[in-house]
């Protein structure tokens, strides 16, 4: 690997794809972006705070790392990661430690209370991490929440969970960019932090005070309120102009999360979200407008190409056909339709519940033509891998006879009693138990890492193999999950209050239609049951298809997800930078 770089000698762009580099040939966009600076002031270095650096959890460790290799091809940037040392005495997979980075400024700082590793973040574009143990800072905890509520009025006093790592965190990374600053930076370096969530608000907040020549923008991704506002039942969309952000925090008792996010969104010099649902929401529920829609990306050197896609997809077809058989005693055909779902455990707003219902009226529907199996890929309260699961594919036996007890699950559940996902299944007797039916139900509820015991496969590489793929959100603020969908050329589902479903309206200028490659269904507050039978309308005419037609289907989504490459939404980062360092300029003409 490459010697030590201390400043600004980054690797060129790359892409990783199983184990093998590959040199992507961006000169297009690299020129592209040189047009744009002669028109934007971009900046020298780029601090990009996040709870999901090296730390995979959610869709933000998506945006982050598939965007890392297209920021390294921007010449005169340099980006810097910056997440929570979570890993203590066990090697972090996501992480590579080297000392030599930045080795003057660390010895610099060994008497401060933070302690920072110096790296790289294994993933396409490799970029430089700093992981931040922020754990010293809790003996002044409350001096901190204090000086928090006296400048900005954030509102500690209600905080619960994972409040306290998430602001103490903040706080260090904010201590640590100002240390990195005044041994490295000048006051006239263009320098731009930016702070994504609530969980890395208080940097934002801190550098304000005390770095005034960083530029700094806060993007939330799902407002904290407008989340909890769903999760509990409530009307979000009917209702929504008579919403007060402030009063709603307070009912449902995510007082403080909202006051962080709050504040700092109104004291940055850039607030960013992720689409136009979420812009005009967080207009309502926190009171400032967006000033630059940072749409979500994705980067192609995650999907095979060529033989090796082909490869991929009849390898993860065989393998669900085979767990589906293994669990269920059925022999299910060769030609059964693979239907996933997936994302976060929020049964409500991914549309989980709506996802089975739809499934539970194709069961019962008489035009479906094909079987159907219904994968939930849902990462639950999951324990090992079922044992007899396990001996029976372990086994050579390509069929049984007998279904094992619980068909419908891959893993052991520890609240198995009350999982809702379980629950619902129960409830709609999509249970796998009569050999009779046409529509199975899996529910996979654990993390596809590839070493989950059953599929034992990264999730792309278990994706791949699905034929349809349905997300019936209530509320997504963007929806990752449909964008990876069509990425691996796969016809998608998604709904009207998805950022996602409203940016492919908006690219094909009408409604999107499963011809399109992605059908974009109206939902509303009080259309659940009706959005269940449209969808299970468009199933049923997928079913009767042609392999041409899917054909077709296919190259059409794929066409789709072109368009929503990082080379294409990269143009709005660089507006935010440029809002933020447009702000530090007045106030160097204020001062």
Not at 28 to 51: A, C, D, G, Q, R
Not at 85 to 105: I, T, Y
């Amino acid at each position: 690997m490459p010697e030590n770089r201390e400043k600004g000698d980054f690797l060129p762009i790359c892409c990783y794809n199983k184990g093998v580099f590959q040199v992507w040939n961006a000169f297009s966009f690299v020129n592209h972006v040189k047009t744009m600076k002669k028109e934007l002031t971009l900046p020298e270095y780029l601090f990009e705070i996040s709870w999901e650096v090296c730390n995979k959890v959610g869709g933000i460790y998506t945006v982050l790392s598939t965007k890392a290799a297209t920021l390294a091809s921007v010449e005169g940037l340099n980006a810097v990661y910056i997440g929570p040392d979570l890993w203590k005495g066990k090697k972090n997979p996501l992480f590579s430690e080297d000392k030599r980075l930045w080795k003057e400024w660390r010895k610099s700082v060994a008497d401060e209370k933070f302690t920072v590793r110096s790296g790289y973040w294994e993933i396409p574009g490799r970029p430089k991490v700093l992981l931040v143990d922020f754990s010293a800072y809790y003996d002044e905890k409350d001096e901190l929440y204090a000086r928090l509520w006296d400048e900005y009025y954030v509102d500690s006093l209600h905080a619960y969970g994972d409040y306290d790592d998430s602001v103490l965190f903040g706080y260090a990374v904010g201590k640590v960019i100002e240390s990195f600053h005044k041994f490295y930076l000048k006051d006239s370096t263009k320098a731009v932090v930016q702070a994504h969530e609530w969980q890395s608000g208080t940097a934002a907040l801190y550098l304000k005070s005390v770095l005034p020549t960083v530029g700094t923008i806060f993007t939330t991704h799902a407002t904290s309120i407008g989340r909890s506002i769903c999760s509990n039942g409530k009307p979000l969309y009917d209702y929504f102009e008579g919403y007060n952000g402030d009063q709603m925090a307070a009912e449902l008792n995510v007082e403080s999360k909202h006051s962080i996010e709050k504040r700092s969104a109104l004291n940055v010099d850039c607030f960013t979200t992720v689409s136009q649902i979420t812009a005009r929401e967080c207009s309502q529920l926190i009171e400032r407008d967006i000033d630059v829609i940072l749409e979500n990306g994705f980067e192609k050197d995650f999907v095979p190409a060529g033989k090796e896609f082909a490869k991929h997809r009849k390898e993860a077809r065989d393998m669900r056909l085979r767990v589906v058989r293994a669990l269920t005693g059925d022999n299910v055909p060769e030609d059964t339709i693979i239907i996933g779902t997936g994302g976060r455990m929020e049964v409500r707003n991914k549309g989980i519940d709506l996802f089975l219902e739809t499934m539970a009226r194709l069961q019962a529907c008489g035009d479906l033509e094909r079987d159907v199996v219904a994968f939930i890929d849902v990462p639950a309260w999951s324990g090992d891998a079922r044992e007899d699961l396990c001996k029976r594919l372990a086994s050579d036996e390509q069929s049984w006879d007998t279904p094992l007890p619980n068909p419908y699950l891959t893993h052991e559940l520890h609240n198995f009693s009350d999982d809702a996902i379980a629950c619902i299944i129960r409830g709609l007797n999509l249970t796998n138990n009569s050999g009779k039916n046409k529509v199975k139900v899996i529910y996979v509820p654990c993390y596809l890492k590839g070493a989950d015991g059953i599929f034992n496969k990264d999730y792309y590489d278990i994706l791949i193999g699905n034929d349809l793929n349905i997300y019936p959100s209530y509320y997504e603020p963007w929806g990752y999950t449909p964008l990876e969908s069509a990425a691996f050329c796969i016809p998608t589902i998604t709904t009207t209050l998805a950022g996602f479903g409203l940016w492919a309206n908006s690219e094909l200028g009408r409604s999107a239609t499963l011809s399109d490659g992605v059908e974009v269904v109206d939902r509303n507050d009080s259309n659940y049951f009706e959005t269940a039978d449209v969808i299970t309308k468009i199933i049923c005419t997928f079913a009767k298809l042609s392999e041409k037609e899917v054909a077709e289907c296919r190259k059409k989504v794929e066409k789709l997800a072109e368009k929503a490459l990082w080379k294409h939404f990269i143009k709005n980062y660089m507006k935010a930078y440029d809002f933020a360092l447009q702000a530090v300029d007045n106030r160097k003409t204020n001062l």
